[in-house]
């Protein structure tokens, strides 16, 4: 038998080899454009999902930390309430044990007063989420607005010479005594020197022309040439500052020095003459104390002011004018370094206190919300809310 011939299959075309490549290859990329179109859309909804839960978590902790002012604001004036009926009930049964073995005049301020155990509360609630309250005595910083008191009505019978030598003199003395406050604070910026190199005197005048009566600066020019040439243009209002931030469109204030000026300084009250008060301030503030005889006071030195501070702290009493009020807690100026003469701006010692800086700190998961606001006590009436800010970082 004779074998039938083997036959070999032709080969498939090259063309069609290479239109399955082709299609292989369109394949792939669509499964991956597939992919990346799916991850996209996960990580976008991951987003508006992650968006959303900000959002919400902003609203509610905006409106905790605006809650948290008004807790404060009442808590203050029920403690105003108390400390007047306080006061009210000492003075009717001829003297009384109001404020911790204090006299009336000297109850409610120092160690253990009732708004300190404000400062640091914290209110811890559900879901991560919390709020913690800082108190702090507006008297606890230079009120610059002290510098300048309001204009009283002249007294006829007054001399006009006299009444004008004494308002110069007592705008020269505000003027070296900031110089002096600024000088002490731009020594604590930490920038190059070339890049806080002020015009201290100038600055000083140019804080007093803002806040005094007419336009003719300190110098004798126009105090308002410089606002006028700004954008847009403005005047020196010859008022009290209304708010900190207005201490920035002072001639010569630059952002860096109005910053470093903020643990210092305050405006309120709008239209106070109290100076510090030393049995509240802390350290730094301390150092501004400025004493001695009229005409050639000085800023108080660290001794006095480690003194101050440990007669606050450890002893737990008070710097009072007038120790005679309670002995075993006041100690007069005279003990803690002050010497002879007497503070400037006029501080009553011991000072209620009665207008106060109110931050309010508000926690929901990782998102943080900081309030400020100034809160007036003095009125019974109710409580007053003088200005209120949302804090941007550490201030």
């Known amino acids: 038998m004779s074998r039938a011939p083997q036959t070999t299959a032709p080969a498939p075309p090259r063309s069609h080899r290479r239109s399955g490549g082709i299609a292989l290859l ?39 930390a605006r809650g948290g002012l008004r807790i404060a604001e009442a808590a203050l004036f029920l403690i105003r309430l108390q400390d007047e009926q306080a006061s009210a009930g000492a003075g009717a049964s001829g003297g009384g044990d109001a404020g911790g073995g204090l006299s009336p005049a000297a109850a409610g301020t120092g160690p253990g007063e009732l708004w300190q155990g404000l400062d640091g509360l914290p209110i811890e609630l559900d879901a ?94 126009d105090e308002n040439a410089y606002y006028v040439r700004q954008q847009p243009p403005y005047r020196a209002p010859n008022r009290p500052f209304l708010s900190f931030e207005e201490i920035g469109l002072v001639e010569g204030v630059d952002p860096l020095l109005l910053e470093a000026m903020r643990p210092y300084l305050t405006v309120h009250p709008i239209g106070g003459t109290e100076g510090i008060n030393l049995n509240t301030a802390p350290p730094w503030v301390l150092r501004l104390v400025y004493s001695g005889p009229s005409g050639d006071r000085r800023l108080v030195d660290e001794q006095t002011v480690r003194q101050i501070w440990k007669l606050r702290t450890e002893e737990e009493k008070l710097v009072c004018l007038d120790s005679g009020s309670d002995p075993e807690r006041c100690v007069p100026p005279s003990e803690v370094g002050l010497g002879e003469g007497s503070i400037y701006p006029e501080t009553t010692l011991p000072a209620r206190a009665r207008v106060f800086r109110v931050v309010a700190e508000a926690r929901v998961g990782a998102l943080v919300r900081r309030m400020e606001a100034i809160v007036d006590t003095r009125s019974l009436d109710g409580p007053q809310l003088l200005s209120w800010r949302r804090l941007r970082g550490p201030q």
């Open 128 to 221: 991560g989420r919390s709020l913690r309250l800082e108190v702090e005595d507006a008297g606890a910083r230079l009120n610059v607005n002290a510098l300048v008191p309001p204009a009283v009505e002249e007294d006829e019978e007054a001399e006009e010479p006299d009444a004008a030598e004494t308002s110069i003199e007592d705008q020269e003395e505000a003027i070296l005594y900031l110089e002096a406050v600024l000088d002490y604070i731009v020594q604590g910026i930490e920038a190059r020197p070339e890049d806080k190199s002020y015009d201290l005197r100038a600055i000083a005048e140019n804080l007093i022309d803002w806040m005094d009566e007419g336009e003719t600066a300190q110098n004798g020019r």
């Open 26 to 64: 369109i394949v792939l990329v669509i499964i991956m454009l597939l992919i990346t179109a799916v991850y996209l859309f996960q990580r976008r909804a991951v987003i508006n999902v992650t968006i959303a839960r900000n959002r919400t978590a902003a609203a509610e902790a905006d409106a905790l």
